[in-house]
């Protein structure tokens, strides 16, 4: 049967005929999923809560500067949408070898017409909420009404991953068939693998919430480190590089997970300290910053503060935030260096090895206990 044989017998089909065929009239009613793809926006109060997307830049501080309003019809959503973000050519050298950075631009389109039309497909419709893009400089931000079904993004990366079911069943047939989404949900695989290919950070999919599904899609590198490993290390797998990804973002991962990247020298430092490992640095920067990033062992930290109280007595906790967080290593964020601070001060206290020398805690100063105190 060929094209030119199918699109004659379409012709020939009224709409209603049409319809019925791909299930979006049945019993001679159109269905929610025909208003949703097809309908007119003048009729859109029929939907018990009017299903409306937005699209929203933001500045530098985070500010919105524009923003559009969608009404149904869906099916062409992703091409209205994606006309207002901005796709710049993004330069970046791959590796420490090359003289010439590749090219690529910010955004696969592939990847962000399966990123909506999954928001389209996935979404409860019944809580009311709008899907939207929310474009920042370096990365675009898609969010849609209800839960993320398979629970976690870990089983999808897996080959041979099929979804349990489908929230909007008649929906997702019908996009299907209009080669809206994948069939085999296969997509968000090749999501994570396009983006793997451009040496791209991984999407990010923040499911906390029952009520929304957030992706987070990269339109530049975050660390150039990890740039150079997947160029130096081709054969990995994605359930590696999604690991790899996630000790760049500074997320936890399990005992098991660092020492498989180990095994393949991706990444130093402890478990709840990791960083990517250096793919042999080959100028005094990249050195220097290697340097930077591995951390000291606890005690060389705990040894410093000791060695200041027993030259100076006490130190409020501002002298001892002072005293330390520049010697940290840069792999930690500020938030993490300052609860370093107080982590290595509590050891200590537990210890027996400091103490405070007043219960206000605004005004006490640390000291060493009267053994611990110099002769």
Same mark, same amino acid.
């Given at each position: 049967?060929?094209?030119a044989?199918?699109?004659r017998e379409?012709?020939?089909?009224?709409?209603?005929?049409?319809?019925?065929?791909r299930?979006l009239?049945i019993?001679?009613k159109v269905?929610?999923a025909?208003?949703?793809l097809l309908?007119?926006?003048?009729?859109?109060?029929?939907?018990e809560?009017?299903?409306?997307a937005?699209?929203?830049?933001? +500045?530098?501080?985070?500010?919105?500067?524009d923003?559009?309003?969608?009404?149904?019809p869906?099916i062409t959503l992703?091409?209205?949408?994606l006309k207002?973000?901005r796709?710049?050519?993004?330069?970046?050298m791959?590796?420490?070898l090359?003289?010439f950075?590749?090219?690529?631009?910010?955004?696969?389109?592939?990847?962000?017409?399966?990123?909506?039309?999954?928001?389209?497909?996935h979404?409860d419709?019944?809580?009311g909420?709008?899907?939207?893009?929310?474009?920042?400089?370096?990365k675009?931000?898609l969010t849609?009404?209800?839960?993320f079904?398979?629970?976690?993004?870990e089983?999808?990366?897996?080959p041979?991953?099929?979804?349990?079911?489908?929230?909007?069943?008649?929906?997702?047939?019908?996009?299907?068939?209009?080669?809206?989404i994948?069939?085999?949900?296969?997509?968000?695989?090749?999501?994570?693998h396009i983006?793997?290919?451009?040496?791209?950070p991984l999407?990010?999919y923040?499911?906390?919430s029952? %009520?929304?599904v957030?992706?987070?899609?990269?339109?530049k590198?975050?660390n150039?480190?990890?740039t150079?490993?997947?160029? %130096?290390?081709e054969?990995l797998?994605?359930?590696?590089?999604?690991?790899? +990804?996630?000790?760049?973002k500074?997320?936890?991962i399990s005992?098991?997970?660092?020492?498989?990247?180990?095994?393949?020298?991706?990444?130093?430092?402890?478990v709840n300290n990791?960083?990517l490992?250096?793919p042999?640095a080959?100028?005094?920067?990249?050195k220097?910053?290697?340097?930077?990033n591995?951390a000291?062992?606890?005690?060389?930290?705990q040894d410093?503060i000791v060695?200041?109280?027993?030259?100076?007595?006490k130190a409020n906790?501002?002298?001892?935030r002072?005293?330390?967080?520049?010697?940290?290593p840069?792999?930690?964020?500020?938030?993490?260096?300052e609860?370093?601070?107080?982590?290595?001060?509590?050891?200590l206290?537990?210890?027996?090895?400091?103490t405070t020398?007043?219960?206000?805690?605004?005004r006490?100063?640390w000291v060493?206990?009267?053994d611990?105190?110099? +002769?």
């Amino acid at each position: 049967m060929n094209d030119a044989y199918i699109s004659r017998e379409v012709d020939e089909m009224s709409d209603e005929e049409f319809l019925e065929r791909r299930k979006l009239i049945i019993n001679g009613k159109v269905t929610n999923a025909a208003m949703l793809l097809l309908g007119d926006a003048a009729y859109d109060y029929l939907f018990e809560s009017v299903p409306e997307a937005s699209w929203r830049i933001f +500045d530098s501080k985070e500010m919105v500067k524009d923003y559009e309003i969608y009404k149904i019809p869906f099916i062409t959503l992703s091409d209205r949408i994606l006309k207002n973000i901005r796709n710049l050519t993004y330069r970046y050298m791959p590796n420490q070898l090359t003289l010439f950075p590749m090219e690529t631009k910010q955004y696969d389109t592939w990847v962000l017409r399966e990123l909506l039309n999954n928001c389209i497909a996935h979404s409860d419709y019944s809580l009311g909420g709008r899907i939207y893009v929310n474009e920042f400089e370096d990365k675009l931000v898609l969010t849609n009404p209800g839960s993320f079904i398979p629970g976690s993004i870990e089983p999808i990366l897996k080959p041979g991953y099929t979804s349990p079911f489908y929230r909007n069943q008649l929906l997702a047939e019908a996009m299907v068939m209009f080669k809206m989404i994948d069939t085999e949900t296969t997509g968000i695989r090749r999501v994570f693998h396009i983006q793997w290919e451009k040496f791209f950070p991984l999407p990010d999919y923040d499911i906390s919430s029952k %009520d929304r599904v957030e992706v987070s899609i990269y339109g530049k590198e975050i660390n150039e480190q990890f740039t150079y490993l997947l160029y %130096d290390n081709e054969n990995l797998d994605l359930a590696t590089v999604f690991l790899l +990804d996630q000790v760049q973002k500074g997320n936890p991962i399990s005992k098991e997970a660092a020492a498989h990247l180990r095994k393949y020298k991706l990444v130093e430092g402890r478990v709840n300290n990791l960083y990517l490992a250096s793919p042999l640095a080959k100028t005094q920067e990249d050195k220097a910053q290697y340097i930077k990033n591995k951390a000291f062992d606890d005690k060389y930290y705990q040894d410093m503060i000791v060695n200041y109280l027993q030259e100076f007595g006490k130190a409020n906790r501002a002298v001892m935030r002072d005293l330390l967080i520049d010697k940290f290593p840069d792999t930690l964020s500020p938030s993490q260096k300052e609860r370093k601070v107080l982590t290595l001060l509590t050891a200590l206290k537990r210890r027996g090895i400091i103490t405070t020398d007043s219960e206000n805690r605004k005004r006490s100063n640390w000291v060493l206990v009267q053994d611990n105190e110099k +002769d």
